[in-house]
């Protein structure tokens, strides 16, 4: 049995397969008129619907009308509904048998009816009425017939239908659901003992209104198979939607979903050792491998199971892209990563390299081992993107687009990029009258088309949130071989829905029913590609122009921001990174979710137009150029974390400024430079208006041209100079005729200093000549006349 996953369920007492029948218990007044303000909401809506009296609903909810016989159900408390979209809103009737998923009819059948009540308003007490189709069931239409005969009026189930019982259900809230139990006689069903499907419905009655109904088929187990379906399935292995930083599946996450419970964990458990072919996304085990050592234990150890498992394994696009709408925008080739540069890092990677046939393990197209998946890098490198994607995939050329996405011409671009066999929805085929394989000729292309009357319960099976709804869901595909066991078909192919809605234990469980029934086996993939194919003719089904503009204007915005890394040293810095977003953005499964698809992509673009401007020109005030040759200031501004190399020109709106050269120059991650444009002056002064542009080294334009207003006064140079030369002459020659002055000043006080000196002494000298004599004539005058002695007497004393 698998778990039941409906909380409100798990808290219902169902172990009880033969209710009682007692008289109902009288309601007391004032609990009914207490109640009678709430249960009014509901009456009117359903009495509307239904075509009835408002009022007189009302009564019979409240239970004011004749007493009914009633039967002890299993009343759950109020749980939120697990509605997914409009599909399941509402009031909700499933039958099914109490614990398998066909029907026995030479034996008493326990049958359940489960009430899901997903309106948000709480639904009285009514009475449900179980039936079963009055003829047999034993080919398409009749079946097709009985299932589309629940139509949920005032009529109830219609075409002829034998009552089986009734039994009374409890009031049920808003979001509650509930079970009630039947036990059906073998006799009640001898009509019917031929019949390979059986046909059972149910009624819910609230007064005289039919506010609900289901119908189901189940397989009859009594009737011997004639034969067996050989069926082929395919599943994704995915992760959900979501926002996914640089396009990979961040550690955390990834130690979660491989952890014992995680949800990759439990996706693989569903599928592995099954006959069942696995549609791996890429983006799994890239994100697992560029995390090196640091990848989570868990992870490691998932991606080695995933190695080892003996399923066909082959890829879908990096992160389940949509490849169909690239084919309708016609682009050049299916886009894949690029790169993964950017979050690679070396410490994470072994230096030296292991033995080669280790790495063999990680080859396409070579068989799962047990030695490491890992890929060994070159020494002190890190892996390449062919190594980091590489994988021993079963088969490299199988394409899945999602339903019904297909339009002309689509297969063909998808076998000239090496996608050779594509599987497609049977709501992309026109169907044929009949069983059909699988394997198709599609528009001149090989396909596998999927089969509708299989495919819609083997994913309502997958997605089904109670027992008894995934009973059901099983029972109307094992009801389906049962019809086709009898027919020459070779093999057909089911395929599993995308997303995260399918819950893995209902997964498995509904594989081992396929592969334990008396009416059908399991296939491999391979063996549908090879039967003979079958002509078909492929419905256009071109997704949605709103859609595809939106892409067209992501993948635009790609290619400009490959152009704007040319401003790094490593552009996959940025392409890398860009390109794997994108892919992200393409997940088929976003189709489900439109709504918050556009608000991702409107994101998305966002932050891309603001790399685009993470490089600019900072604006600047007026610059006055007073000389023949300058250099304009440039400020540039780099918000990126990583160093950009940027060419800056300046273009003059007049001749009045001549740029003589552009300028190179790098910035730092996160900062800003400014850089100086040589220009010289031209002719005439005045405005100029500069233009500021950028450019990286491949030539290609950064960012937005600024312009900057400069004032050119060219002029004041020569006059300038001319002042200054003025003021120096002026100030030298004032200074040296100071000094001049000054000499001569000092030269004048020094010869007439000279002069009073030589005057002095020639009066010093004259005044002691004039003494001299004085004394001389004084000295003559006293001394005797010895002159004439002499001469009288020449020998003087010597006579004497």
Do not use: K
């Amino acid at each position: 049995m698998v778990p039941e996953s409906n909380p409100a369920l798990q808290r219902a007492d169902s172990t009880d397969s033969t209710p009682r029948r007692t008289p109902r218990r009288s309601r007391l007044v004032f609990a009914g008129l207490a109640l009678a303000a709430l249960t009014g909401a509901v009456a009117a809506p359903l009495a509307a619907n239904a075509g009835v009296d408002p009022a007189s609903s009302l009564q019979a909810m409240l239970g004011l009308g004749d007493p009914a016989p009633a039967t002890e159900t299993s009343l759950t408390t109020s749980a939120p509904a697990q509605a997914v979209g409009d599909e399941t809103a509402g009031l909700r009737l499933r039958v099914s048998p109490t614990i398998s998923t066909t029907i026995s009819p030479g034996e008493p059948v326990a049958l359940s009816v489960e009430i899901e009540n997903a309106t948000g308003e709480a639904l009285a007490p009514g009475t449900v009425r179980l039936v079963r189709a009055d003829g047999a069931i034993d080919d398409e239409t009749e079946l097709d017939e009985w299932l589309a005969a629940d139509a949920q009026d005032s009529t109830g189930i219609a075409g002829d239908a034998v009552t089986l019982g009734e039994a009374e259900s409890r009031g049920l809230a808003a979001g509650g659901a509930t079970l009630v139990s039947f036990t059906v006689p073998g006799e009640a069903f001898g009509e019917l003992a031929g019949s390979p499907v059986l046909g059972l419905g149910a009624e819910l009655r609230v007064g005289d209104t039919v506010v609900a109904a289901g119908t189901a088929a189940y397989a009859n187990a009594d009737v011997p198979a004639s034969g067996s379906v050989a069926v082929a399935l395919a599943a994704p292995l995915t992760t959900p939607t979501g926002t996914v930083p640089l396009g990979l599946i961040p550690a955390d996450q990834l130690a979660n979903w491989t952890s014992p419970t995680g949800l990759l964990t439990r996706q693989l458990d569903a599928l592995a050792g099954r006959r069942v072919a696995i549609g791996l996304d890429p983006r799994i085990v890239a994100s697992i491998r560029v995390l090196g050592t640091g990848a989570p234990p868990s992870a490691t150890a998932w991606l080695q199971r995933l190695a080892n498992v003996p399923n066909e394994v082959f890829p879908l696009a990096y992160a389940d892209a949509d490849v169909a709408a690239q084919a309708q925008l016609d682009l050049p080739g299916l886009l894949a990563p690029t790169s993964f540069g950017d979050v690679l890092d070396p410490a994470n990677f072994a230096t030296t390299p292991e033995a080669a046939d280790e790495n063999d393990s990680s080859a396409v197209g070579t068989p799962a081992t047990d030695e490491p998946v890992e890929p060994e890098p070159t020494p002190g490198g890190v892996p390449t993107t062919d190594e980091l994607l590489a994988w021993p995939y079963t088969r490299v050329d199988l394409a899945w687009p999602a339903d019904d996405t297909v339009a002309a011409g689509n297969l063909g671009y998808l076998d000239a990029a090496g996608l050779t066999t594509t599987i497609l929805a049977p709501g992309n085929v026109e169907p044929v009258d009949g069983p059909a394989s699988s394997s198709a000729n599609v528009d001149g292309s090989t396909a596998l088309v999927a089969d509708a009357e299989l495919t819609e319960p083997l994913r309502a099976a997958s997605d089904a949130s109670t027992d008894t709804e995934w009973r059901e869901a099983t029972g109307r595909l094992l009801a389906e071989l049962a019809l086709d066991a009898g027919t020459a078909r070779t093999t057909v192919l089911a395929t599993f829905d995308r997303g995260d809605a399918s819950q893995s234990a209902r997964v498995s469980a509904v594989i081992d029913e396929i592969a334990g029934s008396g009416w059908s086996s399991l296939a491999g993939l391979s063996d549908a590609i090879g039967a003979p194919p079958e002509s078909r003719m492929l419905v256009d089904e071109p997704e949605s122009e709103g859609r595809l503009s939106a892409i067209g204007r992501m993948v635009e915005t790609e290619a400009r921001l490959a152009e704007f890394a040319t401003v790094l040293t490593d552009e996959s810095l940025i392409t890398g990174p860009t390109r794997r977003q994108l892919l992200s953005l393409l997940d088929v499964a976003w189709l489900d979710d439109t709504d918050a698809w556009e608000s991702e992509v409107g994101d998305w673009l966002a932050e891309q137009r603001a790399t685009l401007g993470s490089v600019s020109v900072v604006p600047s005030s007026t610059i006055n150029v007073v000389s023949t040759e300058t250099g304009v200031p440039t400020t540039i501004e780099n918000t990126l974390p990583y160093p950009v190399t940027v060419v800056v020109d300046v273009a003059p709106s007049n001749g009045r400024l001549i740029v003589e050269d552009q300028v190179e120059a790098t910035v730092e991650p996160q900062s800003r430079s400014t850089v100086r444009v040589p220009v010289a002056a031209g002719v005439g002064n005045g405005e100029v208006s500069l233009a500021v542009s950028l450019t990286s080294t491949a030539g290609v334009p950064i960012g937005t041209t600024v312009t900057i207003p400069a004032n050119v006064q060219a002029d004041w140079e020569g006059l300038g100079a001319a002042i200054l030369a003025v003021i120096v002459v002026l100030v030298f020659g004032i200074g040296l005729w100071r000094n001049i002055r000054r000499r001569r000043r000092a030269r004048l006080a020094a010869a007439e200093g000279a002069a009073a000196g030589d005057a002095d002494a020639a009066t010093d000298a004259d005044a002691a000549t004039d003494a001299d004599a004085a004394d001389d004539r004084d000295a003559a005058a006293d001394a005797p006349d010895t002159t004439a002695t002499e001469t009288a007497d020449p020998t003087g004393p010597e006579r004497g």
